[in-house]
């Protein structure tokens, strides 16, 4: 069997109410459509073509920026949102003699699993069916189509819910909207849909009942959970997907050794990892591609996002973002690490510390209350309480350079750019305007050297 892909990521939208294009609303951090792709990916469905319409430079855009490879996948642009059946046909050319079988799928069910995809497309190749279908059985019809079958059990064709009468909406059997087609009868038989509906739209669906009256096989893969194939059309819906991809996230975590104490208020992104013994504590949002060490400790009440955090820290009550952590480094509570913050290993950021693209030495102590942007530390130095790095002059931001061991007294604005020497001190209060040379101590307004160690 060679297997293609087509995904569909057209559609507008509109049940979502929203500027940005459906398929590029995240769950769990990652845009819709990446889960699908990643899926197609799994299953080696080469090439993999993605139908994009509305807002389509965006999608195309963020899925190329991605860390998805590419380098199967192909974008076609569905011109007119007519319909599902009329975006699988602008695959045709590109896919017909490609591949004997074709995938389709929509880029809003995110939390479909690669295992399921194989079992449809192993049900498919062992059949033998002109389409394979994957169906669920639920009570909440979550506004899916409804599969409709003859009396041998056999499936005859699907109707959309706002096309289906009173007896038809009772049906259980709902379409998920994922099919393995025989390329060649499916690529034939595109052409011959017919607009339905209101909106005039073609169905794929309706190439069910098209492959019935030429009394082709058609097979279902039957699932009785309905939470795998959630068609996200709804923030309602949106907000149902993501409680339940939180979970399995969450279940993924524990299971490599994670304790969370309590999943349900611990919010992980797709992309984080997590490493062993790591303990998390409630309310904690670890964001984007966030990478954990072991052994850390972490909340409650921490939102970290795009950073890097070695092992055995410990973060409480503290925000942090676009930052590299070394390891054993300890922050907060209350403490806000900025994009480009980098604590090597045993620093401390205690409460009120504000760290901004600033290089921080091993087991420097920035204890309280100080903000610390566009510098570079060495190590063991001490920030006393209230200091300050005033890297803006009102036009143009300045460096502010404190040496290895240097100690920094209580509330001492350093007026960037400034140089302070290895183990030099100011006084609590100084106001720096001048470079502080080596092993000296600085006090006053402006600060001005008083004495030389040696
Ligand atoms: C569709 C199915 C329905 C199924 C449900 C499962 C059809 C006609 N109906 O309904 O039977 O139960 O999915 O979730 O297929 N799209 C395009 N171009 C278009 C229209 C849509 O690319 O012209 C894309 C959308 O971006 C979306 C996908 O196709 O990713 C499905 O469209 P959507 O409007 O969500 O269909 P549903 O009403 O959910
Ligand atoms: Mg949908």
């Known amino acids: 069997m060679t297997l293609a892909a087509v995904i569909l990521a057209a559609g507008q939208g509109t049940r979502m109410k929203s500027s ?62 007519r319909g599902t059946g009329h975006a699988v046909l602008q695959a045709r050319e590109v896919l017909r003699d490609r591949a004997d079988t074709v995938l389709v799928m929509y880029a809003d069910m995110p939390l479909l699993q690669t295992t399921t995809l194989q079992k449809l497309a192993i049900l498919h190749a062992q059949s033998r069916a ?3 279908m994957l169906t669920v059985c639920a009570d909440d019809s979550m506004g899916f189509g409804r599969v409709l079958r003859d009396s041998d059990f056999r499936v005859t064709g699907i109707v959309e819910e706002k096309d289906a009468t009173a007896e038809q909406r009772a049906i259980r059997e709902l379409n998920c909207g994922v099919y393995c087609f025989d390329a060649a009868w499916m690529w034939d038989h595109l052409a011959q849909l017919t607009p339905q509906g209101h909106k005039h739209e073609y169905y794929l669906t309706d190439l069910v009942a098209l492959a019935t009256r030429e009394n082709k096989m058609i097979e279902a893969l039957v699932l009785d959970d309905l939470s795998e194939v959630i068609g996200i059309n709804t923030r309602v819906h ?101 994009p480009g913050a980098h604590l090597a290993r045993d620093v401390y950021v205690g409460n009120f510390g504000e760290v901004k693209n600033s290089y921080i030495g091993e087991a420097t102590h920035i204890g309280h209350f100080s903000y610390i942007g566009d510098a570079e530390l060495g190590a063991h130095v001490n920030i006393g309480a209230g200091t300050i ?8 931001k300045s460096r502010t350079v404190i040496g290895a061991r240097a100690f920094i007294g209580s509330d001492t604005m350093l007026v960037a750019p400034v140089e302070i020497g290895a183990r030099a001190h100011t006084g609590a209060g100084s106001v720096v305007t001048k470079n502080v040379p080596p092993d000296s101590l600085a006090v006053g307004q402006p600060a001005r050297v008083i004495r030389k160690f040696k």
């Open 389 to 396: 790095t005033c890297n803006y002059d009102g036009k143009k």
């Open 130 to 132: 002109t389409i394979t």
């Open 238 to 338: 949106l907000a149902r997907a993501e409680k339940i991809m939180r979970d399995r996230i969450n279940e993924r975590w524990m299971d490599a050794g994670v304790t969370l104490i309590d999943p349900a208020t611990t919010y992980i992104d797709a992309d984080a990892t997590i490493g062993m013994d790591t303990v998390i504590e409630p309310n904690t949002h670890i964001h984007g591609a966030t990478r954990i060490g072991a052994q850390c400790r972490i909340g409650p009440n921490a939102i970290i996002r795009a950073s890097d955090i070695g092992d055995a820290c410990t973060i409480i009550a503290s925000v942090i973002r676009e930052s590299k952590l070394e390891e054993h480094v300890r922050v907060g509570p209350f403490a806000d690490l900025r």
């Open 20 to 81: 940005m294009p459906k398929v590029l609303h995240p769950v769990a951090g990652k845009p819709m459509a990446l889960y699908a792709l990643d899926a197609a990916g799994d299953l080696n469905a080469a090439p993999t073509v993605l139908v994009i319409g509305h807002g389509g430079d965006q999608v195309r855009t963020i899925i190329s920026n991605s860390q998805l490879p590419t380098s199967n996948l192909q974008f076609i642009e569905q011109k007119e949102q």
